[in-house]
């Protein structure tokens, strides 16, 4: 009924015992891999084992903001969840430069978050967004062509590409690609083809997209790394890691968003980050300026359905108020 040796560490227990024994004897254990689930083992006679789920609420809420310096830090400044912000900037990654944001942008989105018990145990989905940077309008407008929800602009075309834009949930950027940089460890200047987040040790690296591992070893300047072919025209290549997920090796197939190594600062590095670099037929490009193929926009057999449900999210967008000018962001 469960396997026990699926048990982990850093998880709840709850250990009950008889009181009225001098020995404090076990007769029932209550473990809770995550806030939904958990298992009861009651030890009697027989041993019985329940697997148990707590009711989950889906709860539609909607969050305004503006920024008043970068995204990061609002996001640490007024408690947005990182699992939104994520899903946000995966959305219009290929639209919007969330490393160059300015002072004014503003967001607005409607999503659903799960609760149990009144407390928030993640987000299901994000049903719609209202972005203005640079004074330009984005919208981003969930819809379903029979094959699953995707996203798409006001016009229908698809906000998705075939790669994601960033290997790691949002964070800085500390170096660029760049024909000349000066090395912080070499300490000269040179070509540097790549693309340098700031993350803290142990932070999850993810393919950006499906594809086969070529490589998966360490190297004295690459330290830990991990190289992965997506197709015949792209490869990707994510350097020192402090070590490569279990079981990603070369030949292994990887899926898009799926965990292949770990944030670290083994090989030719001066403190934790990600190298990410980018090859397009072979030569290295700038991983965030690639322009990558769009996938499929509306059909024109489905834009009627698709002009309905715009229109009713943009309505429910528009009444969403904007915060103060003396506050960062309001939530509803």
């Known amino acids: 009924i469960f396997d026990v040796r699926k048990i982990a560490p850093n998880k709840k227990y709850t250990l009950l015992c008889d009181q009225q024994d ?5 007769r029932v254990l209550v473990y809770e891999p995550n806030q939904i689930d958990y298992i009861v083992f009651r030890f009697e006679d027989t041993l019985w084992v329940d697997v148990c789920k707590r009711d989950v609420v889906i709860l539609e809420k909607s969050i305004a903001g503006e920024i008043r310096s970068n995204l990061s830090q609002t996001i640490e400044e007024l408690g947005i969840s990182h699992e ?10 290929w639209q919007v430069d969330f490393q160059r944001l300015q002072k004014g942008d503003k967001f607005k989105l409607i999503y659903e978050e799960a609760q149990v018990e009144g407390v928030s145990v993640g987000i299901k989905q994000i049903n719609g967004i209202y972005f203005e940077h640079y004074g330009s309008p984005y919208y981003a407008i969930p819809f379903d062509q029979g094959e699953g929800p995707d996203y798409f602009d006001a016009e229908g075309n698809s906000l998705r ?21 000066f090395h912080p460890v070499q300490k000269r200047y040179k070509a540097h083809l790549g693309t340098d987040f700031a993350a803290p040790s142990g932070t999850p690296i ?6 086969i591992v070529e490589e998966a070893q360490y190297k004295a300047n690459n330290g830990n790394y991990v190289k992965v072919r997506h197709n015949g025209t792209y490869t990707t290549q994510y350097l020192h890691m402090s070590r490569i997920a279990d079981g990603v090796r070369a030949g292994t197939k990887v899926r898009q968003g799926q965990t292949i190594g770990f944030v670290g600062s083994t090989g030719l590095a001066t403190g934790p980050h990600l190298c990410y670099r980018f090859w397009r037929n072979g030569v290295q490009v700038d991983a965030l300026r690639v322009e990558l193929p769009p996938s499929q926009p509306v059909r024109k057999e489905a834009m009627e359905s698709f002009d309905k449900v715009k229109q009713a999210i943009i309505m429910k967008l528009d009444v969403i108020p904007f915060p103060l000018q003396q506050e960062s962001v309001a939530t509803l």
């Open 206 to 211: 993810r393919s950006v997209g499906d594809g």
């Open 22 to 26: 001098s020995l404090k004897t076990a």
């Open 161 to 181: 590409k075939a790669l994601l834009k960033y290997p790691i949930e949002f964070t800085r950027i500390s170096s660029r690609y760049s024909m000349s940089r």
């Open 84 to 93: 939104l912000t994520n899903r946000f900037v995966d959305i219009f990654g």
